[in-house]
């Protein structure tokens, strides 16, 4: 069974430029969440999906949005990016509403993000 | 209130020794507390995880132990092997948040 992936692995982008990050689920997950790596903050929540549905969201400017396609893929954008955005993005896959707090999340080997 | 906080923030341990870190929190809502083990270039990978309702779970030589009234979780890696080097994640959730608040991380280094 295929893990959650992530593309690209590695991005580099200059300072005020927009960026869009995508996350294949495993499959049948129809849960996805996004979180931020980042040596000084550890791992923030960015968002959660179900069904297309955004069900909560992180403390974060409005330049990070998110969507979720009828077949469970999602991707996230950052606009006008800061030097502060670069992390690691990590993209967690669940099969059910509430799975995660059965099973636990299925994580992604993330997307490393510098901006330069 | 959202916060868990996570220590040591770094930990070495000799092969056999037992790896202890510890986590605490404030919010009484949350009800569910995984240990995410993260390698270098890869994400995080659920270990363990228990609800406050068991005081103890363990599984193989990890083991987690819950104190409600410290508000207190504790990941025990018993019998610490060198491919156990990792950093090491605390998590909790709410109910109907959708999201876990983790720790800080605990960089873990066993020495062979």
């Known amino acids: 069974k295929a893990g959650v992936t992530q593309t690209p692995r590695y991005l580099i982008k200059t300072r005020g430029q927009q960026v869009t990050l995508s996350c294949s689920p495993i499959?049948?997950?129809?849960?996805v969440s996004w979180y931020q790596q980042t040596p000084g903050q550890g791992l923030q929540f960015l968002f959660e999906y179900f069904s297309e549905t955004q069900r909560n969201k992180g403390n974060f400017p409005g330049r990070f949005s998110g969507r979720q396609f009828s077949n469970s893929r999602s991707e996230m954008n950052v606009s006008t990016l800061e030097l502060g955005d670069s992390a690691l993005y990590l993209c967690?896959?669940?099969?059910?509403?509430?799975?995660?707090?059965?099973?636990?999340?299925?994580f992604g080997s993330g997307t490393r993000l510098t901006v330069v | 209130q959202q916060q868990v906080k996570q220590s040591p923030q770094s930990l070495i341990v000799q092969k056999g020794g037992i790896s202890i870190i510890i986590c605490a929190y404030e919010?009484?809502?949350?009800?569910?507390f995984p240990w995410y083990q993260q390698f270098p270039g890869k994400g995080p990978a659920l270990l363990i995880a228990?609800?406050?309702?068991?005081s103890e779970k363990k599984e193989g030589r990890f083991t987690i132990s819950f104190n409600k009234s410290a508000k207190q979780f504790s990941l025990h890696i018993m019998d610490s092997q060198p491919g156990d080097s990792a950093t090491y994640f605390c998590a909790a959730s709410e109910s109907g948040t959708y999201k876990y608040i983790f720790g800080t991380g605990t960089r873990l280094k066993v020495l062979a």
């Open positions: 967690a896959s669940s099969a059910n509403s509430d799975t995660y707090r059965n099973y636990g999340y299925t």
């Open positions: 919010n009484t809502a949350f009800d569910y």
């Open positions: 228990i609800r406050p309702d068991v």
């Open positions: 499959s049948g997950h129809r849960s």
